[in-house]
């Protein structure tokens, strides 16, 4: 399995939703913006060169990703995803760390809807993912928790406690 959550500095955990289907995935942060063409085109106003070999080789060929090409990428990563059982059993022995650094490292980044169009973030750090969806889209920084349906919830445990809470 290619999941890595020990370094949240490059990866996230984002829910995905398509063809009625949620699944979860930690993968690299980078892989997410939505349009990259944008995210290029605003590199290069800032004088920086970006080639389409330099991203990600999820992403290659990918530059917008859209449900005419979800499935091209969701099988490119296939090795990033991870069941609702093991991310809770994740943050049931992450929790158990000194510090509160699991808090930050287990809340879900991103909520990404291929069915209705829509990408909803909770990333705390500056790259704005919901400046780069693609033309039709809705992309807003906003709390989607209670968008994830229940039995996709990791952070509830089977007496109902939200282990996302201190």
């Keep these: 399995m ?12 984002v829910g995905v939703v398509y063809k009625n289907v949620y699944n ?3 993968t690299d942060k980078e892989i997410w913006f939505l349009d990259y063409k944008k995210r290029i ?21 990918l530059l917008i990703l859209d449900s ?8 490119r990563i296939s ?11 994740l943050l049931i022995a992450g929790r158990a760390t000194e510090d509160d650094s699991w808090l930050y490292e287990f809340r879900p980044s991103l909520y990404v809807n291929f069915d209705n169009r829509k990408l909803f973030s909770l ?3 500056p790259a704005s993912y ?11 920084y906003f709390d989607f928790l209670e968008l994830v349906p229940i039995k996709c919830r990791y952070w509830i ?6 282990l996302l809470e201190r």
């Design 2 to 13: 290619g999941i890595v959550l020990s370094d949240l500095s490059e990866n996230i955990i």
């Design 68 to 75: 005419h090409n979800i499935n091209i990428f969701l099988e």
């Design 41 to 61: 085109k605003i590199f290069e106003d800032k004088g920086f060169e970006i080639k389409e070999e330099y991203l990600d080789e999820s992403r290659q060929n």
């Design 130 to 140: 919901e400046d780069y969806v693609p033309l039709n889209w809705v992309g807003s």
């Design 157 to 162: 445990n089977e007496d109902s406690v939200n």
């Design 24 to 26: 979860w995935y930690i």
């Design 123 to 125: 990333y705390s750090e």
């Design 79 to 89: 090795e990033h995803k991870i069941s609702t059982n093991e991310l809770r059993r």
